[in-house]
């Protein structure tokens, strides 16, 4: 699912979408993603760069439930630097 360039905050809404493998949502305002990978737990790609998540310790708990997961992309969020 590509999600590039739409001013989103949030990753709300997408809990419908539970089989999503691949997410692309970067160059957006996301802040959190507390609680979505709960549900989206078969993401096997999440390309989440150029947004605003901060804190990488709460980024890591919240993205442990991936078990799928190969291809992380964290870059140009203040967390990353």
Request: aromatic letters at 8%; hydrophobic letters at 40%.
């Amino acid at each position: 699912m590509w999600l590039n360039k739409n001013k989103l905050t949030s990753l709300k809404g997408l809990e419908h979408n539970f089989r999503i493998k691949h997410l692309y949502v970067q160059e957006n305002k996301i802040k959190s993603i507390d609680g979505i990978f709960e549900i989206l737990k078969h993401i096997e790609s999440l390309v989440i760069y150029d947004n605003e998540l901060r804190d990488l310790d709460k980024i890591l708990k919240n993205i442990k439930v991936l078990t799928s997961l190969k291809t992380l992309d964290l870059f140009d969020n203040p967390a990353a630097h």
